[in-house]
């Protein structure tokens, strides 16, 4: 599983071949200026025509991959895709990365981050103003996750009350929030992303069910 899954690491296949054929002829014709340093030959790079046609979307850069049937608790993903069970160190596995990607989607579709992790008083991020956000989001989380957390004592009471610090501001679910799309698009996509933001691991929806879903489903073929 690549713990790591941002826009910046999303790539596109190239279905059209040309752009290669292209790139070896201007290289034989005017080939590009280079320098030896240190045994070493470096060259100016050369810019790639734009494809006509681009295939599928390719996950790039696995140096952060780790087997998904094991159970970690290691700090992983970008500050704001950060799951809840990484920020209270509860062992995780491949759900992580169901809050991760269901983040980007928001962000990608949306402009904008759903969590920012900015602390006012720090002025950079912190996972108790990560936490706060998703409080504000999601409701409170329930006792049986942060009766797994090793960290949980750091931002609750016993009694399931955050107290780390900083005020939770009112309640706004998902829906409630303003979003581009409008009508029954805007509900189907927000159905999709209540399936990945769950606080529960256990309740998000797996890869193979949210390939199914209706929102994603009408995306991939139009």
């Not at 579709?109 to 920012?116: K, N, R, V």
């Amino acid at each position: 599983m690549p713990p790591d899954i941002k826009a910046d690491n999303i790539m596109f296949s190239i279905a059209d071949d040309s752009v290669f054929s292209d790139f070896e002829e201007n290289e034989l014709r005017d080939p590009c200026p280079r320098k030896e340093v240190a045994g070493r030959t470096i060259y100016i790079s050369r810019e790639l025509r734009i494809p006509k046609k681009l295939g599928a979307p390719v996950l790039c850069d696995f140096g952060s991959a780790v087997l998904g049937d094991e159970k970690h608790s290691e700090d992983i993903q970008p500050d704001i895709y950060r799951a809840p069970e990484v920020i209270l160190e509860v062992a995780w596995t491949y759900s992580v990365d169901i809050w991760n990607v269901g983040c980007m989607i928001w962000n990608i579709f949306e402009g904008g981050s759903l969590f920012t992790g900015q602390d006012p008083e720090f002025q950079t991020y912190r996972s108790r103003a990560h936490l706060a956000e998703m409080i504000r989001l999601l409701g409170p989380p329930p006792p049986s996750l942060l009766a797994r957390g090793n960290l949980t004592q750091k931002f609750f009471s016993k009694e399931g009350d955050f107290c780390a610090g900083i005020p939770v501001q009112e309640h706004t679910p998902l829906e409630e929030r303003e979003t581009t799309l409008e009508g029954q698009e805007k509900e189907k996509f927000l159905c999709l992303v209540r399936k990945m933001l769950q606080w529960e691991p256990g309740k998000r929806s797996s890869a193979k069910e949210l390939e199914k879903d209706e929102w994603l489903q009408t995306e991939l073929h139009k």
